[in-house]
């Protein structure tokens, strides 16, 4: 289940920006940081697919809360970490830390900062739906100036890899093969498209 909606950030609209689409892959996450006044502390750890809107979702939560936004957490400097966290607290203003895995999985050598961040709230951006995967196809189509039918979208979803690098790599694909035909997307330009990134229907048979 999708929806492309303006909860209460009221997402911002510019050319990157013009619609965060939620669905059951965030719907958890997003209600979460909507809800940061009640966090046990002023921190929690996002997690998330590359691709998957983690980034977005983190710089729009810092602009409408007030608060401060950290991505690639396990890449930063431990040092960096430990007093942004520490500065939330004080502050009393929510930080979000975006990483590829849960805390609990970093390899963090400051124990002081290893023990609060097990203890901030974590949660996650699951792989897309199948519902999530269509409206992406659809939405960054467009964003190229392409119209995907319904017909082309029902085709081409159940045929690509479940994730959002999948996405990516279809919309590459059916904008470089209507481009090259000079044509609109269609299911011919579709067939072309799944063939140039290893997908026939024989192979969508097999899986």
Same mark, same amino acid.
């Given at each position: 289940?999708?929806? +492309? ?12 920006? #013009? ?39 983190? #710089? @729009?939560? %810092? ?19 430990? $007093? %942004?966290?520490?500065?939330? +607290? ?5 930080? *979000? @830390? ?9 390899? @963090? ?6 023990? #609060?961040? *097990?203890?901030?709230? $974590?949660? %996650? ?6 519902? *999530? ?28 890899? #479940?994730?959002? @690098? ?6 590459? %694909? ?34």
């Amino acid at each position: 289940m999708t929806d +492309q909606i303006a909860l209460p950030f009221q997402w911002p609209a510019d050319e990157d920006e #013009r619609d965060f689409i939620i669905s059951d892959a965030n719907r958890v996450a997003v209600k979460h940081l909507e809800h940061w006044a009640l966090w046990p502390v002023m921190a929690s750890v996002l997690t998330g697919p590359r691709k998957s809107g983690r980034s977005l979702l983190g #710089r @729009i939560f %810092a602009t409408k809360s007030g608060g401060r936004f950290i991505d690639n957490g396990e890449e930063q400097d431990e040092t960096r970490l430990f $007093h %942004a966290w520490n500065e939330a +607290q004080a502050d009393r203003k929510p930080l *979000l @830390i975006a990483a590829d895995l849960p805390p609990a999985k970093w390899r @963090i050598k400051l124990p002081d900062l290893r023990s #609060r961040l *097990l203890a901030s709230p $974590h949660v %996650a951006i699951e792989e897309p739906d199948m519902g *999530l995967m269509a409206a992406l196809v659809e939405k960054l189509l467009h964003a190229r100036g392409l119209v995907a039918p319904p017909e082309v979208v029902r085709y081409v979803v159940p045929r690509i890899e #479940r994730s959002y @690098i999948g996405v990516g790599r279809i919309v590459d %694909a059916l904008d470089e093969s209507a481009l090259a035909r000079r044509k609109a997307v269609s299911l011919k330009v579709a067939r072309e498209a799944l063939a140039t990134i290893g997908v026939t229907d024989d192979t969508y048979r097999l899986l």
